[in-house]
């Protein structure tokens, strides 16, 4: 399955087992949504339940908070993340405070999916990586799987979670494993392991990080994509680099975080965000509070460049498996 | 103070409903991929019956301009009504050529794509009256903001296309070094304000541009422009308070094409009312327009631009068109509209609704016409060939050099990107 095909089964696996649960946005209706993860829904489900919403990203989140509130469990989807931003007053002063100000009266379960990242030439529209905009923010929980056995399970969790969840979906992995190496077709899903996903429900845990790979000698903390793009880089560089796969942001698996970090001394922050106040920052605070003492080597950040996203320069600015190869020989000579 | 019994009217019992299952409305177009076209729910008015009002209206004298709509040309190319300017032929040919023109480059551009030499583009077929008719009642310093499909604003005013050319293919001679996404242009010296891409972001920016001028005994004005769709954003209801509180000197276009990629204009509240009819809500007096009828489209933008340009405020106009291609080259209509919609749309071609007037007055013949395609079909053929040799989506080392992404951020550049940039070894 694709993570297409994973994240359009998870809600079809929540819509059939609970009435209460109504997907909406901006061509998510009769159309499927632009990348056609809610193809079919409408079909099965019916207008009422899956239905192509106004643009209006602030119209889209609002609705589904009052809906969330009357008591159904609303799954949206905002076009991009990039399209986001009219809808933030909705999440920041409301969605994510509606509990803690009525204390418990009225609570607001609620999932907003949205594509993040880059990778597809689609300019500062269409690429930006959105997390650290609401990990900043008390209330949300924020979710970013790296394949499709991840994005089914976690989408269902995100669904059954009473608290709102910012789901972000890297949509450069939506079809394969993107390793950073554009000039090499990608391998689809249905040829991956991760791709190999269960019929039904099942769910993977919010607040439980993955470890995407083994190693000794330097903990790699991501998310997403630059899952793919490590993995890569420990790979080409011989590096014994143990990967960590976040996967939910907040909450934050910090028990996996220092179990790793103690245990290879050496870290690196890997993320396409830009680099200032990114939620690399916030690793590397922890990690610095946490393993000072087994650490070997200052923490390094491999990040987007602190400018907007660029269009035809999208290679030299996407964080390469070379940069992040670099990184880790530099980490291993300090 | 006495006491009063309070007459409060007694609710009658029949006026209460009984309980009764509610359940959700969710409009649905009359026609899907399969289906016989039907343009049924589209009104239009009879040509020339519309009247043409004094330039000092307000919003309520004119309410029945928003539900109506401003027709010129007849079905035999004849042009009828008060609205009916007699405009000359130099005029007529310009705008013919313009929107021609624009036809032919997106073409181009469209199969350049296809070609894998751009990564995106957008085609404006069927659209390019309202630019192009719009860009010509405008003045030098006037400043329209657009959407990602009026190109046909540059092509009133002879834009060189190379320029533009250039920005799709990101290449070495790109003026905005190959930041973004292909059609996203800025030209201030045509008057094109630098186009973001998210939408309805820019129309309330037009109305505080008018609001600068206004401010300042300036004599500009701005022109917004909007998709049916993305008047669902609150930045167009932003721009309607303020250009209606202020009396902003700006023309408000929505360009009603009935699509916003797969969603109908019913998604948007065009089931229930019309998009001009929200001026009227806000105070700003509103036209619906024959966006396919080229001199309809140059009257009422010269209406409305010398309304603004006499201190008498903003006009909201909703161009009823179609669009006719695909929203971008990501998208696919016959997914969820009628394959042959377009054949069968009540407004026709502007351009070849143009052109049988230009042929009735005995200004420009069939012959002139196959003729004009094929020169401007060549043109823009060499001309994507001279841009394609500075370089193109397929020939990268073309491109503008990776350092220049850190340029711009700020007029100075802070130490913090200076150290990225050398990190970046360029």
Redesign the interface.
Same mark, same amino acid.
């Given at each position: 399955m694709s993570m297409i095909e994973a994240i359009r089964d998870a809600h079809d696996v929540m819509m059939a087992r609970d009435e209460n649960v109504v997907v909406f946005g901006? #061509?998510a209706?009769?159309?499927g949504g632009?990348f056609r993860c809610t193809e079919g829904l409408q079909q099965k489900y019916g207008?009422?339940r899956a239905? #192509?919403?106004?643009?209006?990203?602030?119209?889209i989140v609002g609705a589904a908070i009052g809906m969330a509130t009357y008591g159904l469990r609303p799954c949206v989807e905002i076009q991009f993340a990039?399209?986001v931003?009219?809808a933030y007053d909705q999440i920041v002063s409301e969605a994510a405070r509606i509990r803690h100000r009525s204390n418990g009266e009225f609570t607001c379960p609620m999932v907003v999916r949205m594509p993040v990242g880059g990778g597809i030439?689609?300019?500062?529209?269409?690429s930006q990586s959105v997390e650290a905009i609401f990990t900043h923010v008390v209330g949300l929980k924020v979710v970013m799987p790296s394949n499709p056995r991840d994005a089914k399970g976690l989408l269902i969790a995100s669904i059954e979670d009473p608290d709102p969840v910012i789901f972000l979906e890297p949509k450069r992995i939506y079809n394969g494993p993107f390793d950073g190496h554009h000039e090499r077709p990608v391998v689809p899903w249905s040829k991956h392991e991760d791709g190999q996903v269960k019929t039904g429900y099942y769910k993977t845990e919010l607040g439980k990080a993955a470890i995407a790979r083994e190693g000794r000698e330097v903990t790699i903390l991501t998310y997403g994509t630059m899952v793919h793009v490590a993995l890569a880089a420990a790979e080409e560089t011989g590096v014994d680099a143990e990967i960590i796969d976040l996967r939910t942001l907040l909450p934050l698996d910090q028990e996996a975080i220092e179990a790793s970090v103690n245990k290879t001394g050496r870290c690196i922050v890997v993320h396409e965000a830009t680099?200032?106040s990114g939620f690399g920052a916030e690793l590397c605070a922890l990690v610095q509070r946490h393993c000072f003492y087994a650490l070997e080597a200052p923490i390094i950040r491999v990040t987007g460049?602190?400018?907007?996203y660029?269009?035809?320069?999208e290679w #030299?600015?996407f964080p390469s498996p070379e940069r992040v190869g670099e990184a880790m020989k530099q980490i291993l000579e300090a | 103070m006495t006491k009063e019994k309070s007459k409060k009217p007694v609710a009658s019992g029949h006026e209460k409903s009984s309980p009764q299952k509610l359940s959700l409305h969710v409009p649905e177009p009359k026609t899907r991929p399969g289906d016989k076209p039907d343009f049924s729910y589209v009104r239009i008015s009879p040509v020339g019956e519309t009247p043409r009002p004094a330039l000092d209206v307000s919003a309520i004298e004119i309410r029945d301009l928003a539900f109506g709509m401003v027709r010129v040309l007849d079905d035999q190319g004849e042009a009828q009504g008060p609205w009916a300017v007699e405009l000359e032929e130099d005029v007529l040919r310009k705008g013919l050529r313009a929107m021609m023109r624009t036809r032919a480059f997106d073409k181009r551009m469209q199969r350049a794509q296809r070609q894998g030499k751009t990564s995106f583009y957008m085609q404006a077929t069927g659209e390019e009256a309202i630019s192009v008719a719009q860009q010509m009642v405008l003045r030098k310093g006037d400043m329209s903001f657009p959407t990602y499909r009026q190109q046909g604003l540059l092509f009133a005013q002879d834009f060189p296309i190379l320029e533009m050319m250039n920005q799709i293919y990101s290449n070495e001679k790109d003026a905005l070094r190959g930041r973004q996404l292909p059609v996203l242009y800025s030209f201030k010296k045509a008057g094109h304000f630098t186009i973001s891409g998210n939408l309805a972001t820019q129309y309330i920016q037009a109305v505080g541009w008018a609001m600068g001028s206004a401010i300042k005994g300036d004599d500009k004005i701005a022109c917004g422009w909007i998709g049916d769709g993305s008047t669902a954003e609150n930045d167009f209801h932003s721009a309607l308070v303020f250009a209606g509180v202020y009396r902003a000197p700006v023309i408000l276009n929505i360009t009603n094409n009935q699509w916003a990629i797969s969603s109908f204009q019913g998604i948007a509240g065009g089931e229930a009312t019309v998009f001009a009819a929200r001026g009227v809500g806000y105070g700003v007096p509103a036209l619906r327009v024959d966006g396919n009828d080229f001199l309809a489209v140059y009257a009422v933008s010269e209406w409305a631009a010398e309304r603004a340009r006499r201190n008498l405020g903003p006009t909201l106009i909703e161009w009823i068109t179609y669009r006719a291609a695909a929203h971008s080259t990501s998208d696919d209509p016959s997914k969820y509209r009628p394959k042959d919609d377009w054949e069968h749309w009540p407004l026709g071609d502007p351009i070849e609704r143009l052109k049988q007037h230009m042929i009735k007055r005995g200004m420009w013949s069939d012959e002139q016409h196959v003729q004009a395609e094929a020169e401007y079909d060549e043109e823009m053929r060499v001309a994507a060939e001279e841009a394609e040799s500075y370089g193109t989506l397929q020939a990268l080392e073309h491109r503008p050099s990776p350092a220049e992404m850190f340029e711009n951020v700020f007029e100075e550049m802070p130490p913090h990107l200076r150290r990225q940039r050398q990190e970046m070894g360029v």
């Open positions: 901006e #061509d209706g009769y159309f632009v207008k009422h239905f #192509d919403a106004p643009i209006s990203e602030s119209g990039d399209y931003y009219p030439f689609g300019g500062q529209t269409h680099r200032t460049y602190d400018t907007p660029p269009h035809v320069n #030299d600015y | -």
